[in-house]
T-cell receptor
Framework: EAGVAQSPRYKIIEKRQSVAFWCNPISGHATLYWYQQILGQGPKLLIQFQNNGVVDDSQLPKDRFSAERLKGVDSTLKIQPAKLEDSAVYLC???????????FGPGTRLTVL | LAKTTQPISMDSYEGQEVNITCSHNNIATNDYITWYQQFPSQGPRFIIQGYKTKVTNEVASLFIPADRKSSTLSLPRVSLSDTAVYYCLVVPQTGANNLFFGTGTRLTVIP
């Protein structure tokens, strides 16, 4: 079974630029998560989708971050404009449903200069 | 959500058994205890989950006392490849809207 796919794996941008990350969850998984992991810290949930609806986006900085999962399958996370403090690894995870084990992708490492 | 407390780091020699203890004093009746492992440049990977007493799988054992206010992840005979960060999480049975990973325990296995 294919795992969670993410692209790109690495991205370097300058502050105030825009960036987008893509995630394709495991087939059949209804729940999709985006996490931000700053170096030396544990992952922090940004947003959780159940199919194409948002369940929790309480920790998403909505002035600059946005995410969508229009068809309830793959998802994109966008940052516009980026700040230096956005440098982190962005992890996507999926689970069969909200109460089930989460499976993580390899992450996208973002560096903002 | 119940937060967890675990040691920041541990060292162990190859071949030893490693026990990582996690405190979760505010755990609720319907919460499960779940452990994830994270290698550098990878996403976290599920290791084991339990509710009470003892759970064992091919990778680890999880010991949970009767009051459930703590849990211990036991890794038998660690090897260099077990060097990773281990996260203890408390997950509601109905599913968590905001899993709290904390900083985890960085295990270093020494040859």
């Amino acid at each position: 079974e294919a795992g969670v796919a993410q692209s790109p794996r690495y991205k370097i941008i300058e502050k105030r630029q825009s960036v987008a990350f893509w995630c394709n969850p495991i087939s059949g998984h209804a729940t999709l998560y985006w996490y931000q992991q700053i170096l030396g810290q544990g992952p922090k949930l940004l947003i959780q989708f159940q199919n194409n609806g948002v369940v929790d986006d309480s920790q998403l900085p909505k002035d600059r971050f946005s995410a969508e999962r229009l068809k309830g399958v793959d998802s994109t996370l966008k940052i516009q404009p980026a700040k230096l403090e956005d440098s982190a690894v962005y992890l996507c995870a999926s689970s069969l449903n909200a109460a089930d084990t989460q499976y993580f992708g390899p992450g996208t490492r973002l560096t903002v200069l | 959500l119940a937060k967890t407390t675990q040691p920041i780091s541990m060292d162990s020699y190859e071949g030893q058994e490693v026990n990582i203890t996690c405190s979760h004093n505010n755990i609720a009746t319907n919460d499960y205890i779940t452990w994830y492992q994270q290698f550098p440049s990878q996403g976290p990977r599920f290791i084991i989950q339990g509710y009470k007493t003892k759970v064992t799988n091919e990778v680890a054992s999880l010991f949970i006392p009767a009051d459930r206010k703590s849990s211990t992840l036991s890794l038998p005979r660690v090897s260099l490849s077990d060097t990773a960060v281990y996260y203890c999480l408390v997950v509601p049975q109905t599913g968590a809207n905001n899993l709290f990973f904390g900083t985890g325990t960085r295990l270093t296995v020494i040859p």
